[in-house]
């Protein structure tokens, strides 16, 4: 890792916010130039541009990580985007949302996402293909204008933004995580979208569960579109999450207060600039699920869901809202519906497409080596466990005991 730890051990502290950080990408190239920010209000005007008329995720809205740093990023840690432009010309090329932390006694470079963002994505000024030689020139300017740090740890990191290449996961460091995201491409009518789209066992048993669902009182997809419905179909959602969790004996993040007022302050904001949508699923006078969506242009981000299967026996409530959502996503024009991160397996029946994300975790000092092979095993081990599906189950189960007595204490 010496070709990273260079960059890093040029770099300078203290910089006042928004202070000029500026450096030629590498002897080599001197492609582009980095400048640091230590604040969002000081790169906020390129963040809405390329927002708007770039490339990026619904998980880089500026909104999203304002609400990230207001309420969830730790006391300790700094925030620090880097903006990269062309050194020839000056014009904007990319954002980097991140921040440096303190973790077990040492220093660490992230994603700004603190556990509301599945992808770590840069937002990139147009569609301009990258290459490994390129993105290695980036990624060069980048170090050269953080903060000191032990390591680098980002995660999620998708293979493409919108059809283009992620310049993170093209750098010689990243490697296949043992995540994986899922998505479903959405065209054509409406009305029989879900039947083109999706594998015939998943509509048989969707058809099957919604006509359940009706005979229960009448079904209807409710969109939270006042600030009471918002209050009440989200206060819904964390309800009906956290009892289920605890049920199954696993720890959501909802069970955190800063989380819950995190999403609800997004949802409330949504209303006014469309970047998030609740819907809920109601059978007769009972809602049976709720989805949290984040929106970007044509993409439907489903981030939460929430069932109540006591309601309806042999009914899968959550499949039939997001059955009904490909409907009413399509109909709205959405072409693509995004089913996050995690191996369900519900969402292979569905028929959406599976993608395995890249992962940068390196060390630049000592203490970051060693805490970053940890860290590497510990993925390792995880994964073998996950693939084998006894041991899953028996470490799924202890798991389980553990937080339900945990929770009794």
Same mark, same amino acid.
């Given at each position: 890792? =010496?070709?990273?730890?260079?960059?890093?051990?040029?770099?300078?502290?203290?910089?006042?916010? #928004?202070?000029?950080?500026?450096?030629?990408?590498?002897?080599?190239?001197?492609?582009?130039?980095?400048?640091?920010?230590?604040?969002?209000?000081?790169?906020?005007?390129?963040?809405?541009?390329?927002?708007?008329?770039?490339?990026?995720?619904?998980?880089?809205?500026?909104?999203?990580?304002?609400? +990230?740093?207001?309420?969830?990023?730790?006391?300790?840690?700094?925030?620090?985007?880097?903006?990269?432009? #062309?050194?020839?010309?000056?014009?904007?090329?990319?954002?980097?949302?991140?921040?440096?932390?303190?973790?077990?006694?040492?220093?660490? +470079?992230?994603?700004?996402?603190?556990?509301?963002?599945?992808?770590?994505?840069?937002?990139?000024?147009?569609?301009? /293909?990258?290459?490994?030689?390129?993105?290695?020139?980036?990624?060069?300017?980048?170090?050269?204008?953080?903060?000191?740090?032990?390591?680098?740890?980002?995660?999620?990191?998708?293979?493409? +933004?919108?059809?283009?290449?992620?310049?993170?996961?093209?750098?010689?460091?990243?490697?296949?995580?043992?995540?994986?995201?899922?998505?479903? =491409?959405?065209?054509? #009518?409406?009305?029989?979208?879900?039947?083109? +789209?999706?594998? /015939?066992?998943?509509?048989?048993?969707?058809?099957?569960?919604?006509?359940?669902?009706?005979?229960?009182?009448?079904?209807?997809?409710?969109?939270?579109?006042?600030?009471?419905?918002?209050?009440?179909?989200?206060?819904?959602?964390?309800?009906?999450?956290?009892?289920?969790?605890?049920?199954?004996?696993? $720890?959501?993040?909802?069970?955190?207060?800063?989380?819950?007022? $995190?999403?609800?302050?997004?949802?409330?904001?949504?209303?006014?600039?469309?970047?998030?949508?609740?819907?809920?699923?109601? =059978?007769?006078?009972?809602?049976?699920?709720?989805?949290?969506?984040?929106?970007?242009?044509?993409?439907?981000?489903?981030?939460?869901?929430?069932?109540?299967?006591?309601?309806?026996?042999?009914?899968?409530?959550?499949?039939?809202?997001?059955?009904?959502?490909?409907?009413?996503?399509?109909?709205?024009?959405?072409?693509?519906?995004?089913?996050?991160?995690?191996?369900?397996?519900?969402?292979?029946?569905?028929?959406?497409?599976?993608?395995?994300?890249?992962?940068?975790?390196?060390?630049?000092?000592?203490?970051?080596?060693? =805490?970053?092979?940890?860290?590497?095993?510990?993925?390792?081990?995880?994964?073998?466990?996950?693939?084998?599906?006894?041991?899953?189950?028996?470490?799924?189960?202890?798991?389980?005991?553990?937080?339900?007595?945990?929770?009794?204490?």
């Amino acid at each position: 890792m =010496a070709s990273q730890a260079m960059p890093m051990a040029a770099m300078t502290t203290g910089l006042a916010d #928004d202070e000029a950080a500026a450096h030629a990408a590498g002897a080599a190239s001197g492609a582009y130039v980095a400048r640091l920010h230590t604040s969002l209000e000081a790169v906020k005007p390129l963040w809405l541009h390329l927002e708007t008329k770039g490339v990026c995720t619904g998980h880089q809205h500026f909104a999203w990580a304002e609400g +990230i740093v207001e309420r969830l990023v730790p006391a300790k840690a700094e925030l620090a985007v880097v903006e990269l432009r #062309d050194a020839a010309t000056g014009e904007p090329v990319m954002l980097l949302p991140l921040m440096r932390r303190r973790a077990f006694h040492h220093w660490v +470079i992230e994603w700004l996402s603190c556990g509301v963002c599945d992808y770590a994505a840069p937002l990139l000024a147009d569609t301009t /293909p990258w290459t490994r030689q390129s993105a290695e020139a980036a990624w060069a300017a980048v170090l050269s204008v953080l903060p000191p740090a032990d390591r680098i740890h980002i995660t999620g990191i998708p293979k493409e +933004i919108g059809g283009v290449a992620n310049p993170l996961a093209l750098l010689s460091p990243a490697r296949d995580s043992i995540h994986s995201h899922y998505g479903i =491409a959405m065209d054509g #009518d409406a009305e029989t979208v879900v039947k083109r +789209i999706c594998r /015939p066992s998943f509509v048989k048993a969707l058809n099957k569960d919604l006509r359940r669902l009706d005979r229960n009182g009448g079904l209807a997809l409710v969109e939270a579109d006042t600030p009471a419905l918002v209050d009440s179909i989200f206060g819904k959602l964390v309800e009906m999450r956290l009892s289920r969790f605890r049920q199954l004996g696993r $720890f959501d993040l909802l069970a955190r207060q800063p989380v819950v007022d $995190f999403y609800r302050d997004a949802a409330h904001r949504g209303l006014t600039d469309g970047s998030v949508r609740i819907f809920g699923l109601r =059978a007769g006078d009972v809602m049976v699920a709720v989805q949290y969506l984040a929106v970007h242009l044509g993409t439907l981000h489903a981030l939460l869901v929430a069932i109540d299967q006591g309601v309806v026996p042999n009914v899968s409530p959550g499949l039939c809202i997001m059955g009904e959502l490909i409907r009413w996503g399509r109909g709205q024009g959405f072409d693509y519906f995004d089913l996050s991160v995690g191996n369900q397996s519900y969402k292979e029946h569905m028929g959406a497409v599976k993608s395995v994300l890249s992962e940068l975790c390196y060390g630049i000092t000592l203490k970051g080596v060693t =805490a970053s092979g940890a860290i590497k095993y510990r993925g390792q081990g995880v994964a073998f466990v996950r693939d084998n599906p006894r041991l899953f189950k028996v470490a799924q189960e202890t798991m389980q005991r553990w937080r339900r007595l945990r929770a009794g204490r």
